[in-house]
């Protein structure tokens, strides 16, 4: 006969779906060990038009009976268990019928039929709108043995409302708690601190009834936390002095992604400070779930505290969680200035006057694991190093015979076997190569800059040192930074001296956002390069002659620095080649780092090819294409969903480059008095525009990206691709700017971006054509626009505004 009904000790890991959320978990922390009240599932199958079928009701009776043999006076506590509740989705927290305190066999039958007929109840419904939730809701029945509780409560992890992670907070009842978590009373609250940044030490503060319980539920909570891998909603309940979990589920305002709809919002796991200052150039727009989870795998490698990721998605755009690096460094014995320093050194980040970075507690003995993660994360970069020559000279040929290799497969077994073989490790790698050639490049540049800047002026300074090609020939084409390559080779073969097969097989990966999967690369579309010549040939500019004037420039400080410093000039000169070869790596590195990641693109295309799905296949996760490669089809029917979140996200416009606390995209997107350059949940003056003495003043700041002053009038562009209404000369003003707005560079005058930083690619770009540009503004597209005339300030880093199109003054 068909099992229909199940023990928590019987049911397997694989029907877990099938039992619901709140089931599946008590009986895996039932078998796990956990106190959990014995009790028995019924699934879904059990049920005709939420009747018991005969057979189902014949197992449920030799259950009950078998449950009477241990205790002849017990009583049963009837609860549902959704397929989709309790789970990362959603809670549905007192939305379901539950019965206590049921004793003979007819009374368990209608408390069965109560339960689940409340699957079909109006708050169920009005429930499902809130959430975004489009199912019904097939139920399995949890009929568990009544735990007649002296106190009964509630224990969130983390504070849901705060995501404080600092304290577990919780409320609690004398009694039975079905009234507590219904609502229906007026409960008791307590919390569970770490004092002194000690974890093993526990903080108090409640009220007495509760006081010498309060050990065993931190240990409870953090057990459970640890176990189920998330922030958890722990009900529990203590009978005769004995600690019962009757239930625990994700607390669904802490996590961060929700599977059925592809939405991600990580400011929702915690108090964190966010930056993608450092990733908004690189990545400047929404990504799929595809590229989002390639990208976090990859980088799941990169981890200095177990536990918290470096980096996170904020609706659709990935950002660095900078609490993180302030609180290691802070571990560390680092002050607030050499904080700040570091940030803004090498994470690009400068932290708002008066703006707060909320740290994580860290104990002091957790300086061991810190320093063993960072000593294991500088040998995989010093291994990495030693394999850029090889790496650099062999990754186009690899990547071509992979790609080929992968448009050749005809099984799914064999793609999924190349994904885990050959390309995840190979990426992987790639991502060692990446941040070890960029911190030696950073390192040495800002202590190079420090010293010239205090023996020749900041002027001088910044050409000897970020004047990269000019450095070291000045004959143009050799030695070129990697970044230069698309923007000089668009000429050459305007100009016949390079044909159009060696311009793709040299650049046709690099193009706009090359970081998402989904998008095409130059090299797969036949009439991409066409249109960069129409541009060229509409306002031809001499890149050559950029780059000489610019080499030129060069010449004309290093030989004022031999006349003022003559007995340093051999040494300097050393150090300022030395740096000018680590940029040129480090360039070169990414640019090869984007084509591993054209191959990552091309798996995904194959992929999708033979499942079916086409294009669809970006909007799965990455483990969800290898389980699909591998027969699993359970994730495709979010695709709907997720493709209709990520047009939302797409419809925003882009987010703050700083972030701090809980930020909702969609609701700051609807605020006509948003600010754009940063977000604090904990000011009361986030919403304002732009501080009222800047507006006087007419002034915006931003960092200084490439020296130089020119006035200009503004032309405003969201993106690359309208390119064609850029007039030469123009002062370009945009979001931010990735490799595909390089070839515009070198017809404008000079370039304003909300995002960016001084070490940033396209600003490196900007100095060696000696093109002025103030990068990071934060909110310079909401306070220009196309007409205005401007001075650009490229080595003070402002933008003054001298006179607004059609006469208007403010703003």
């Not at 010093?382 to 990547?399: S, T």
């Not at 790698?429 to 002026?457: C, E, N, P, Q």
């Not at 060696?502 to 970081?515: I, K, L, T, V, W």
């Not at 509409?538 to 003022?564: C, M, R, Y």
Request: charged letters at 25%; a neutral charge; aromatic letters at 8%.
């Amino acid at each position: 006969m068909e099992r229909l009904v199940y023990f928590f000790g019987e049911l397997k890991t694989d029907q877990g779906y099938f039992a619901g959320g709140k089931a599946g978990t008590l009986a895996h922390l039932y078998q796990s060990g956990y106190p959990v009240p014995c009790g028995f599932i019924i699934l879904p199958v059990a049920f005709e038009n939420d009747e018991l079928v005969p057979a189902a009701w014949a197992q449920v009776q030799s259950c009950l009976e078998q449950m009477r043999k241990d205790d002849d006076g017990i009583s049963f506590a009837v609860r549902s268990s959704a397929l989709c509740e309790d789970s990362s989705i959603a809670s549905f927290a007192g939305q379901f019928q539950t019965v206590l305190d049921v004793c003979d066999d007819n009374e368990v039958r209608k408390a069965i039929q109560t339960v689940r007929r409340s699957r079909h109840s109006e708050g169920v419904r009005a429930y499902n709108e809130a959430k975004g939730i489009n199912m019904t809701h097939d139920m399995a029945v949890v009929v568990q043995r009544l735990a007649r509780a002296d106190i009964s409560g509630v224990l969130f992890t983390e504070d849901p409302i705060t995501g404080n992670r600092n304290e577990m907070t919780g409320n609690f009842i004398l009694g039975l708690g079905e009234e507590l978590v219904s609502g229906q009373a007026k409960p008791f609250t307590f919390t569970l601190g770490r004092s002194n940044r000690i974890w093993r030490r526990i903080g108090y503060n409640g009220t007495p009834e509760l006081k010498r319980f309060a050990g065993k539920l931190y240990k409870l909570g953090r057990r459970l936390e640890k176990e189920l891998g998330c922030p958890q909603d722990i009900e529990w309940a203590i009978v005769d002095g004995k600690l019962w979990v009757l239930q625990s589920r994700p607390i669904t305002t802490l996590i961060g992604y929700n599977p059925a709809t592809g939405e991600w919002n990580e400011t929702a796991t915690g108090d964190f400070l966010w930056s993608n200052v450092n990733f908004g150039e690189a990545v400047p727009n929404v990504m799929t779930p595809l590229s989002w989870t390639v990208q976090q795998r990859i980088f799941g490698s990169w981890n200095l505290l177990p536990g918290y990721q470096a980096s996170g998605n904020i609706g659709g755009r990935i950002y660095l969680n900078i609490s993180l690096f302030a609180s290691v460094l802070r571990v560390l014995g680092r002050s607030k200035k050499e904080t700040l320093l570091f940030l803004e050194d090498t994470l690009y980040t400068r932290i708002p006057e008066g703006m707060e970075i909320p740290v994580i507690p860290l104990p002091k003995w957790s300086v061991v694991p810190i320093l063993i993660n960072f000593v294991k994360m500088q040998m995989k970069q010093n291994k990495a190093i030693k394999e850029l020559p090889r790496y650099l000279a062999m990754n186009p040929a690899w990547c071509g015979r992979v790609r080929e290799q992968i448009r050749e497969l005809k099984k799914k077994d064999e793609l999924n076997s190349l994904w885990h073989n050959e390309i995840e490790p190979h990426l992987m790698g790639g991502v060692w190569r990446v941040m070890g050639s960029a911190s030696r490049f950073i390192d040495h540049i800002i202590k190079l800059r420090r010293d010239l800047t205090g023996m020749v002026g900041p002027g001088d300074a910044n050409t000897l040192i970020l004047s990269l090609s000019s450095s070291l020939d000045l004959k143009v084409g050799s030695g070129l930074l990697a970044s230069l390559g698309p923007v000089l080779g668009i000429a050459r073969v305007a100009c016949g001296e390079m044909d159009r097969a060696e311009y793709m097989a040299q650049y046709g990966h690099r193009g706009p956002d090359e970081f998402e999967l989904s998008v095409p690369r130059p090299a797969e579309d036949s009439c991409w390069l066409d249109e960069q010549l129409v541009q060229f040939r509409k306002s031809p500019a001499d890149v050559e002659a950029l780059l000489l004037k610019k080499g030129n420039d060069f010449i004309e400080a290093w030989n004022h620095f031999q006349t003022s410093q003559p007995l340093k000039a051999r040494s300097m000169r050393r150090r300022i080649d030395q740096v000018a070869l680590r940029a040129r790596l480090r360039e070169a590195v990414r640019s090869e780092y984007v084509r591993d990641r054209w191959v990552a693109r091309t798996f995904a295309l194959r992929a999708g090819q033979l499942t079916g799905l086409g294009d669809d296949i970006f909007f799965l996760t990455i483990k969800e294409v290898l389980d699909l490669l591998s027969g699993d089809e359970t994730a495709v029917k979010y695709i709907p969903a997720r493709k209709e979140t990520y047009r939302k996200y797409l419809a925003l416009p882009a987010y703050p480059p700083i972030i701090r606390g809980c930020f909702d995209p969609f609701r700051w997107g609807a605020d006509p008095n948003r600010r754009n350059d940063i977000y604090d949940a904990y000011l009361p003056n986030s919403g304002a525009i732009y501080d009222a003495n800047d507006a006087k003043c007419g002034t915006i700041t931003g960092s200084a990206g490439s020296a130089g002053r020119v006035e200009g009038v503004v032309r405003c562009l969201k993106r690359p691709g309208e390119g064609d209404q850029l007039q030469k000369g123009e002062i370009l003003v945009t979001p931010q700017t990735d490799i595909a707005w390089t070839p515009l560079f070198p017809r404008v005058a000079a370039i304003v971006t909300d995002v960016g930083a001084p070490l940033s690619h396209a600003a490196i770009v900007a100095r060696e054509l000696g093109i002025p540009a103030v990068v990071g503004c934060g909110n310079a597209t909401m306070r220009l626009n196309t007409g205005d005339r401007v001075l650009v300030d490229g080595g003070k880093g402002v933008v003054m505004v001298l006179d607004r199109a059609g006469g208007y003054d403010d703003y």
